[in-house]
């Protein structure tokens, strides 16, 4: 798929029918209030939620809240995150991605994801970002896609790495967590540069 400007007559993204995403493993959905025992499965993992500030999850009801939160946002046109599924079980989430925050004025946005440990390792995560990516560049207009890692998730920084993110530099002692002071590397990928992957 090329990455093309969005045209003049093409409406840039409004946040009416919630986007569904496919790529060849995968189902981007929106999430449910069905979807809160998978979130909660997710969010409940200390491995999941290490690197993400913000202790794992105990109870349902905070799966139940971040789905409503989710819901709130993108009916305030302020963020969207998808439930990430696989095509053969739609109905069971693995994961979620979206975009954070979307300034429309300088046509950037963030990207923040997890997926539940058991998905680890097969490039699901490249996979479903790749496919936010083409949503952002395409159907958002963005020119630049923004995304952040503790210094210490390698796996998060490889798969920046992987889809051709840049390090912008790092933040020195940013955040403080477990009584120690972590560093946090910026990315970003600007549309002039993304190159799709062949299919
Ligand atoms: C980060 C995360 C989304 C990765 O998703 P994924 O689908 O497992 O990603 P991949 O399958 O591409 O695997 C990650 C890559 O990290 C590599 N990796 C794994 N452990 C590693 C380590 N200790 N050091 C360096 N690289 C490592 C893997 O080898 C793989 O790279 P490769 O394809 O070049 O071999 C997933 O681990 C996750 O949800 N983590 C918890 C939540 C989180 O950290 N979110 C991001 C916050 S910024």
């Given at each position: 798929?090329?990455?093309?400007?969005?045209?003049?007559?093409?409406?840039?993204?409004?946040?009416?029918?919630?986007?569904?995403?496919e790529t060849?493993r995968l189902y981007l959905?929106?999430?449910?209030?069905?979807?809160?025992?998978?979130?909660?499965?997710?969010?409940?993992?200390?491995?999941?939620?290490?690197?993400?500030?913000?202790?794992?999850?105990?109870?349902?009801?905070?799966?139940?809240?971040?789905?409503?939160?989710?819901?709130?946002?993108?009916?305030?046109?302020?963020?969207?995150?998808?439930?990430i599924t696989l095509r053969?079980?739609?109905?069971?989430?693995?994961?979620?991605?979206?975009?954070?925050?979307?300034?429309?004025?300088?046509?950037?946005?963030?990207?923040?994801?997890?997926?539940?440990?058991?998905?680890?390792?097969?490039?699901i995560?490249?996979e479903a970002?790749?496919?936010?990516?083409?949503?952002?560049?395409?159907?958002?207009?963005?020119?630049?896609?923004?995304?952040?890692?503790?210094?210490?998730?390698?796996?998060?920084?490889?798969?920046?790495?992987?889809?051709?993110?840049?390090?912008?530099?790092?933040?020195?002692?940013?955040?403080?967590?477990?009584?120690?002071?972590?560093?946090?590397?910026?990315?970003?990928?600007?549309?002039?540069?993304?190159?799709?992957?062949?299919?």
């Open positions: 798929m090329d990455i093309r400007e969005p045209m003049d007559s093409e409406a840039l993204f409004d946040f009416g029918e919630f986007p569904t995403l060849p959905r929106e999430l449910a209030p069905a979807d809160a025992p998978a979130v909660f499965a997710i969010r409940g993992d200390y491995e999941v939620t290490k690197y993400n500030g913000g202790a794992n999850y105990t109870r349902l009801d905070q799966a139940v809240a971040l789905i409503r939160g989710i819901a709130n946002d993108y009916r305030d046109k302020r963020s969207i995150r998808w439930g053969h079980d739609p109905k069971h989430v693995i994961g979620m991605c979206g975009y954070n925050y979307w300034l429309r004025k300088d046509a950037r946005a963030s990207i923040g994801y997890d997926l539940a440990r058991a998905h680890w390792g097969k490039g995560m490249p970002i790749r496919a936010i990516i083409e949503f952002g560049f395409q159907r958002m207009g963005l020119k630049r896609i923004e995304a952040d890692a503790s210094a210490d998730n390698m796996r998060s920084v490889r798969v920046l790495e992987k889809l051709g993110f840049q390090r912008e530099g790092v933040q020195h002692e940013q955040f403080y967590e477990e009584s120690e002071s972590g560093d946090l590397i910026l990315f970003s990928l600007l549309r002039r540069d993304y190159r799709p992957p062949a299919t």
